[in-house]
């Protein structure tokens, strides 16, 4: 039987942690490397990488373009998180947490900053008055929904995800406890989208770009390899949705933007242009 951990009076930083992210991972905010970021000639500069917290940016911003906001033109730079370029002082002048995606908004008279995925897609729907409803009614439910995953991913993603997919280790109590949760917010969003087409009711909006990236890519497998383990296939609402946005040409651009892993042809490191795209296959596989 294995000796039970006792946590010190004191906690301290271990070197062999283990895990992904050992190596880049410290108890400590702030740049460790002084480099500039590099910029582009268009309006918008983002720094990401295609996680699920990156992707919901670059959604939003290839549906702005389609719907013909053509002041939301971008530039999106590969920031490698596994290399540290978080850590780089460019990056943390941006976002001092650290945290991909990081935006540069160009259009006023001097250049903004805005960081925190929620933060960027409530910025843009304000800005361009695009994927968020006018009413008070309906943009609350769609704050709601954002929020909702804002709050709740997490415990999907630092919870289930790390326990059962990442950690150098299987922990069973650990993979239990957030299993159930993953399980129980699965139950939220799969009863809420059996009520309406999209989350936030009869409209598209910036709650289902959020939390598309998230729960639709776990109940289509394509994060976290549990669709047999968390019993996916039982989520029906969830999949019927998650197949809808998956027919929209911003949802299949925006997912393949800042992408370093799977198939080369569907990944797209930088984007600087639409055509950008005319070189990867956009298809959801």
């Known amino acids: 039987m294995a000796k039970e951990y006792v946590p010190p009076n004191v906690w301290k930083m271990d070197d062999n942690m283990g895990g992904n992210f050992s190596a880049i991972n410290r108890p400590t905010a702030g740049a460790r490397v002084k480099r500039a970021l590099p910029e582009g000639k268009h309006p918008f500069q983002l720094y990401s990488l295609a996680t699920p917290n990156g992707v919901k940016v670059t959604i939003m911003f290839e549906e702005l373009l389609l719907a013909g906001v053509k002041e939301a033109e971008y530039d999106a730079f590969l920031i490698d998180i596994n290399e540290g370029d978080q850590f780089t002082s460019g990056f943390v002048d941006i976002n001092p947490n650290s945290k991909i995606p ?5 259009t006023g008279d001097k250049p903004l900053r805005i960081f925190e995925s929620g933060s960027i897609l409530l910025y843009l729907a304000d800005k361009y008055q695009r994927f968020i409803p006018q009413s008070i009614e309906k943009r609350a ?3 709601n929904w954002l929020f909702w995953q804002m709050g709740s991913a997490p415990f999907l993603g630092g919870g289930f995800g790390h326990f059962y997919k990442y950690a150098p280790k299987k922990i069973e109590y650990g993979i239990n406890r957030y ?3 993953a399980k129980r917010q699965l139950d939220v ?3 809420k989208l059996s009520e309406t087409p999209f989350v936030a009711g009869d409209e598209y909006t910036i709650a289902d770009m959020a939390i598309f990236p998230w729960y639709g890519n776990l109940v289509k497998g394509k994060i976290y390899d549990a669709v047999e383990f968390l019993s996916l296939h039982k989520y029906k609402h969830i999949i019927r949705w998650a ?3 998956l027919q929209r040409e911003g ?3 925006g997912r393949l933007v800042n992408r370093t892993w799977g198939d080369s042809d569907q990944q797209l490191k930088e984007r600087h ?6 070189q990867i296959d956009i298809a959801f596989r």
Do not use: G, H, N, P
């Open 189 to 191: 969003l799969d009863r």
């Open 251 to 253: 949802v299949l651009r």
């Open 141 to 143: 439910e769609t704050l």
């Open 273 to 278: 242009s639409k055509t950008d795209f005319e």
């Open 179 to 181: 299993a159930m949760e």
């Open 102 to 106: 990081a935006l540069i908004d160009k």
């Open 243 to 245: 197949d809808m946005l």
